[in-house]
């Protein structure tokens, strides 16, 4: 962490100057990490100063249980962190890793941020039904509820057909279905 900070930082302030903010961006692994080193950035005020961190990633597994984030949601309500999560309807990776059996809490893993799910356009009369993704925020939420949304969202029942896989985890399947 203190290598790639020490970098961005030096970065911002030789090439913008001292009112620069940092933007991360991650897809797949690259996204949890980006969301990790983020996170930590969070409490450093040489990264704040000008502005909350904004996170943009791309087919994010889980990175954290309900204490990483509580902490998350703490830095998102005192503005030093923006995060928006996209991912592909039935993107296995968006799920992992599994855990199917409930903890006092609901869940094992939480996601944190703004989730938007992106679904693939109707081909059936598409100009008569209206697409658009679905933007959501998870928040506090009570232990059933956290755990019956951490089942629904598992990937055991998120999959798609064993040969789509590879295509529904592309950044390249994501853009193409916010483009339509």
Known sequence: ??????????????KIGEDYSLVVCGHSLGAALS?????????????????????????????GGHDFADMFRRQEMNGKLQYARFYNHNDIFAHIPIYPFPTLRGSKYRHVGIG?????????????????????????E??????IRGYCNSALLNTTWPHKMPKMHTLAELIHRLME
């Open 1 to 14: 962490y203190d290598e790639i900070a020490s970098l961005a930082h030096h970065y911002g302030m030789s």
């Open 35 to 63: 969301t990790l080193f983020s996170f930590h950035a969070s409490a450093e005020e040489r990264f704040t100063k000008n502005g909350p961190i904004k996170i943009f990633t791309f087919g994010s597994p889980y990175v």
């Open 116 to 140: 938007i799910r992106v679904k693939p356009a109707p081909k059936l009369f598409p100009r008569f039904r209206h697409w658009k993704p679905h933007v959501f925020y998870i928040g506090d």
């Open 142 to 147: 009570k232990p059933l509820k956290s755990f």
